[in-house]
């Protein structure tokens, strides 16, 4: 039988291309980080008379350009890189690569206008409005049938391990998008989750904390299987951990989500779940990080010289550090302490600036030479880069560790008589400042390594040779048939000992000669990802939601007004929900410092939640009532002229710029459609009613002493929206009403009638 060679060569192009938006992103998005960093060390850099780049919107901004523009288009180029060399094929379309191309640098443009004015879902790490959603799934859409597609026609039979982490990305990073982001559109800017309060919560950490999972480690994994081995030029560990690694990594880290919402009002059994499985996460992720570190058995040696595999060792070093940190910090014990303070930041930005950042660095550097085929133009330029950096993520994380740790221990401090020792919230926020200045120095240390990056990509492309070669490379083609080997007799079977059978099926479990068929069954491999992260996700989502007692209902929770939801509506597009929570967690502390704890009913007509991850200000879910209406207008226009020490934006422009009566019921539409009990006479009358509540509250604001002229202002509708949090609790129970009659029932009836005898006596 003859066997059929085939030429063929790569699509480096578009690898290329990746590669250079990498870098341009990832310069973007650094750049936005260090001008957040400065406006939490000095307010004055958030520009407030222009609201578009103030803290609360541009924060959204570098989350979305560092995860998705500069993480997702590394990602896309290690992946279209790797994928033609293991797979000995180009990609499966030429049209398709370029149009996954161009849009996701459409989406991640669109992003760059959209989050800065303000147009956001009010969600972390899911702020993109509708249309950008519906953009991005065409995009991973296509993606995903390139991708295949390239399976489909490859020339080598088996999957080797970096595969499968990217089939496990496109696959669970599908489903996360598509279910966390079903919403109901108000218009082409605005759309409000189908899920409200507790669930919305669930379905959002759910989302938030395996986004993580699936975009920022399985992908990354894959790659440092990879090019790990290729610049080390030596053969991966061990092939049986990658698999354990793999599969319990998979299984596992979809749990893990509601770690995030411990003593909050999520069910206690749910957070629970999320921490056991969360602890359990430490032992694979540590399998993937020691699998990463062996293989550089007999090369360590290569790392003093290699500025590659330096950023490879310290990337994997700091994987190995988060991945024992996050299920540490799953633990309640230790939640309570770290939970919505800079601790949580800290160990966001090990990971994404030494794991991620530092595996993206390691790739781009390997990848030059052989992509513009010539020698990388300066060793020493990237040994400098290295160093910068490294020096930069210490600065940083030392920083806002003891940031975090000092916040923690000041919110939780009582002093020996049992009051809160430090009960005035801006005493922490004094502390945090030489903190936060040092954060800034990291940040541009690390900013700066990056740009001498960009210097050395740009001298490596000047001196390519001109034009490019393409080179052609040869393969038999893949045979339509295979024929199995036989399986190896068992050990046990010829050792002559009587075993239970159960010992056969265990030998050969762990022999793993199963999997290895697995590696040539793409199909049945994506269809055992897809059971393990659906199943895993249904355990947790379906009890949540059917099981009426995880949301109990309060008779005295009544949906926003029209000037209300209005109001929450500004509230989202300034950010606020970035610095302030929404959720007095059970514990004394908070209790005693903002009041009684938040209760899962009183979230029912939250289109989306806002419990918050992070508290720059206190928390909110209390302040309805707790300071007249000229206070919240003075505090907004001049935050420090309230509060000296304060770091918070002011906002002088919600003083007048003009409040959008004319969407109030289009809004309150979207949210009679999920659920929310507006009757169709409220919602035509719903730009009167705000008209009225608008101006009863000027009104009031002149009484106090206040400017004149506000009732057609954004900042009364926010200022709405304020006074009514968490004021639902307080208000007496609803008298009940015959559905016939519309009177009263008999016992009230007559209660009534006897207070009335008394009264007149």
């Not at 030998?507 to 000669?513: G, I």
Request: hydrophobic share 50%; proline share 6%.
């Amino acid at each position: 039988m003859s066997v059929q060679i085939e030429q063929f060569s790569y699509d480096d192009a578009i690898v290329r291309r990746f590669t250079l938006v990498t870098f341009v992103w990832g310069v973007v998005g650094m750049l936005v980080g260090l001008i957040v960093a400065l406006q939490l060390a000095a307010p004055i850099f958030n520009f407030s008379p222009l609201p578009w780049l103030t803290f609360g919107r541009l924060r959204p901004l570098h989350t979305n350009a560092v995860i998705f523009a500069f993480a997702g288009n590394a990602v896309f180029a290690g992946v279209y890189y790797s994928m033609q060399r293991l797979l000995k094929t180009p990609m499966f379309s030429k049209a398709l690569s370029n149009l996954h191309f161009w849009g996701w640098q459409l989406i991640i443009v669109s992003a760059a206008v959209t989050l800065p004015l303000g147009i956001t879902q009010g969600k972390e790490y899911a702020e993109l409005q509708w249309p950008i959603d519906i953009a991005i799934a065409v995009v991973w859409i296509i993606f995903a049938i390139n991708f295949f597609g390239t399976i489909a026609k490859r020339r080598e039979r088996h999957l080797y391990v970096a595969i499968w982490f990217y089939i496990a990305t496109i696959v669970t990073i599908t489903v996360l998008h598509v279910f966390n982001n079903l919403v109901v559109p108000a218009g082409l800017f605005r759309s409000y989750p189908i899920y409200a309060g507790v669930q919305d919560a669930f379905m959002q950490w759910w989302y938030g904390h395996n986004a993580v999972g699936f975009l920022l480690t399985t992908p990354f994994l894959g790659i440092m299987y990879y090019f790990l081995p290729k610049a080390a030029n030596r053969p991966v560990f061990s092939y049986r951990l990658s698999i354990i690694h793999f599969w319990t990594l998979v299984f596992l880290y979809i749990w893990a989500g509601p770690h995030h919402l411990h003593y909050t009002a999520l069910p206690a059994w749910a957070s629970t779940l999320g921490m056991l499985f969360s602890v359990m996460l430490w032992m694979p992720s540590w399998g993937g990080m020691l699998n990463g570190l062996l293989t550089l058995r007999g090369a360590w040696h290569k790392v003093a010289s290699d500025p590659v595999l330096k950023f490879f060792v310290v990337a994997i070093t700091f994987y190995g550090m988060s991945t024992f940190e996050g299920p540490l910090l799953s633990v309640k014990a230790v939640n309570m302490l770290s939970h919505y303070t800079d601790w949580t930041i800290a160990h966001v930005h090990a990971g994404a600036l030494g794991w991620v950042g530092f595996l993206v660095f390691g790739m781009i550097y390997w990848l030059l030479p052989r992509l513009y085929q010539t020698e990388l133009w300066s060793n020493k330029l990237a040994e400098a880069h290295f160093w910068l950096g490294t020096i930069g993520i210490l600065l940083y994380i030392v920083a806002i560790y003891a940031a975090g740790l000092t916040q923690g221990l000041m919110w939780l401090a009582f002093d020996e008589e049992g009051y809160l020792k430090y009960a005035d919230f801006v005493e922490t926020t004094l502390r945090l400042i030489p903190m936060y200045w040092v954060r800034v120095i990291g940040g541009t240390a690390y900013l700066a390594g990056a740009v001498l990056m960009g210097v050395n990509m740009l001298m490596t492309w000047r001196s390519r040779p001109k034009p490019l070669q393409t080179p052609v490379h040869e393969s038999p083609a893949l045979s339509k048939t295979y024929i199995d080997h036989p399986e190896p007799a068992s050990p046990l079977a010829t050792s002559g000992t009587h075993v239970a059978n159960v010992a056969y099926t265990l030998e050969r479990f762990f022999r793993t000669t199963w999997h290895r068929k697995w590696e040539r069954l793409p199909v049945k491999l994506t269809i055992m990802v897809a059971v393990a992260v659906i199943v895993a996700s249904l355990f947790e989502i379906i009890p949540t939601f059917l099981i009426q007692s995880n949301v109990p209902t309060i008779a005295t929770v009544t949906p926003y007004t029209p000037l209300e939801l209005a109001g929450r509506d500004i509230y989202l597009s300034e950010g606020c929900y970035n610095c302030h929570s929404q959720m007095v967690r059970t514990l004394r502390a908070e209790t005693e410092r903002y009041g009684e704890s938040s209760k899962a009913g009183e979230y029912d007509y939250d289109h989306p939640f806002q419990w918050g991850s992070r508290r720059i200000g206190p928390d909110l879910h209390r302040v309805g009532g707790k300071y007249p209406d000229l206070w919240h207008v003075r505090h907004m226009d001049d935050p420090r002229a309230i509060t000296p020490g304060s770091i918070m934006p002011a906002y002088p422009s919600m003083l007048k710029t003009p409040l959008d009566f004319d969407s109030i019921p289009v809004v309150m539409r979207a949210h009679q459609i999920l659920g929310v009990p507006y009757t169709d006479d409220e919602i035509a009358g719903g730009i009167a009613a705000a008209t009225e509540q608008a101006e009863a509250m000027a009104v009031e604001v002149v009484v106090q002493g206040g400017p004149e002229g506000l009732e057609d202002k954004q900042i009364v509708a926010l200022i709405a929206y304020l006074q009514r949090l968490g004021t639902d609790i307080t208000k007496p129970e609803p008298v009940a009403v015959e559905e016939e009659t519309g009177e009263l029932p008999v016992e009230e009836v007559a209660t009534t009638e006897v207070d009335h005898t008394e009264d007149a006596s």
